[in-house]
């Protein structure tokens, strides 16, 4: 693991969380692996919300806990070009490496930015170059007291860029 830069970043709220999502989608490009790690309402699901408007991507972007993995293409084409689609996992629910290969992942992974949530030590085999960013939430309450706030409240997000793919991308600071 070569890592070429790691820098933290205080997000203040949810909606903060959302424009740095945006802001890393503009250096984010097909193929590109997204490893996000944090404690439940650290805000995986609101950054991921912000890298697919980002993107331009359709549908809603929401937690995909149930179904796993989720797919969304790329709006239509502006200036003849289209951005990549956005795959987004939840892999809060599987257990092992064998189970990640048979998402099928890899099939995906050359055409779209794939966002694992939960993904930590589980799908780093799927690309030598990846973005990792762990979300901290400070807790100063009981857990669900935070989940029924889960738009307030700051956060912090530490970006760690490993591979090649990273020297010289400046990351949203």
Known sequence: MSVVQELSIDLPDAEATRALGRELARV????DLVVL?????????????????GLGVRGQVASPTFIIARVHPPLA??????????????????????EVDALDLDASLEESVTVVEWGEGLVEGL?????????????GGTLPADLEDAAGGARVATLTAVGRRWVGVDLPA
């Open 127 to 139: 690309a030598e170059d990846r973005l990792e960013i762990a979300l901290r939430r400070p807790r």
């Open 37 to 53: 790690t944090g404690d439940l309402g650290a805000g995986k699901t609101t950054l991921t919300q912000g890298i697919g408007a």
């Open 77 to 98: 084409a502006v200036d003849g070009a289209r951005g990549p689609a956005l795959v987004h996992v939840d892999a809060y629910r599987l257990g092992s490496l064998e």
């Open 28 to 31: 984010l490009r097909a193929g």
